[in-house]
T-cell receptor, first 111, second 115 residues
Framework: AQSVTQPDIHITVSEGASLELRCNYSYGATPYLFWYVQSPGQGLQLLLK??????LVQGIKGFEAEFKRSQSSFNLRKPSVHWSDAAEYFC?????????FGKGTRLSVIA | GAGVSQSPSNKVTEKGKDVELRCDPI?????LYWYRQRLGQGLEFLIYFQGNSAPDKSGLPSDRFSAERTGESVSTLTIQRTQQEDSAVYLC?????????????FGEGSWLTVV
């Protein structure tokens, strides 16, 4: 069965610092991987997705993620965090089935 | 409309009452999904519709939950005899097809509180 683990429930970073949010997945075949962001009181917005090809994927808002098959990971990164990045981040996996989501990582940004 | 529209945005109901939540997907999207998000939890898949195919109901938590979809348009999620543990945000999403490679677009959710 497919599953997604986001080991960090809550992360706090300083504005301008770099960020890495971890995501590990379990999937029987080549996965399609996604990162979504949920800002307070808003719906989920797609940041980026990986299907195949280049394992480093660029997304919106300066985010990127790297697919590492050997580690079953798809970590999200940003070199310099902005206060507006404070939100809940969800990793998801799926193919021809409804996406399975992790439990999310809440990001807080401090001055 | 431009995005997935859900109503009501907020609903407070008494335990034991029935509730209906509505989702209007993006025009032309054949796939429609319902997810539940409890406070501090991830998204829990409930049900999805793909065109005229039989819906995948494998995520519905009990027979108190049901959903319908009219063709490739509006969907209604019904919760009968609500319980306090049903309190959550119910998120609807749509995508151009069943293929998960397509981006799934989410609505802003219906916040349900059962008192």
């Amino acid at each position: 069965a497919q599953s997604v683990t986001q080991p960090d429930i809550h992360i706090t970073v300083s504005e301008g610092a770099s960020l890495e949010l971890r995501c590990n997945y379990s999937y029987g075949a080549t996965p399609y991987l996604f990162w979504y962001v949920q800002s307070p009181g808003q719906g989920l917005q797609l940041l980026l997705k990986y299907f195949s090809g280049d394992t480093l994927v660029q997304g919106i808002k300066g985010f990127e993620a790297e697919f590492k098959r050997s580690q079953s990971s798809f970590n999200l990164r940003k070199p310099s965090v902005h206060w507006s990045d404070a939100a809940e981040y969800f990793c998801a996996v799926g193919a021809k089935t409804p996406l399975v989501f992790g439990k999310g990582t809440r990001l807080s940004v401090i001055a | 409309g431009a995005g997935v529209s859900q109503s009501p945005s907020n609903k407070v109901t008494e335990k034991g009452k029935d509730v209906e939540l509505r989702c209007d997907p993006i025009s032309g999207h054949t796939a429609l999904y319902w997810y539940r998000q409890r406070l501090g939890q991830g998204l829990e898949f409930l049900i999805y519709f793909q065109g005229n195919s039989a819906p995948d109901k494998s995520g519905l938590p009990s027979d108190r939950f049901s959903a319908e979809r009219t063709g490739e348009s509006v969907s209604t999620l019904t919760i009968q005899r609500t319980q306090q543990e049903d309190s959550a945000v119910y998120l609807c999403a749509s995508s151009p097809s069943q293929f998960s490679g397509n981006t799934i677009y989410f609505g802003e959710g219906s916040w349900l509180t059962v008192v």
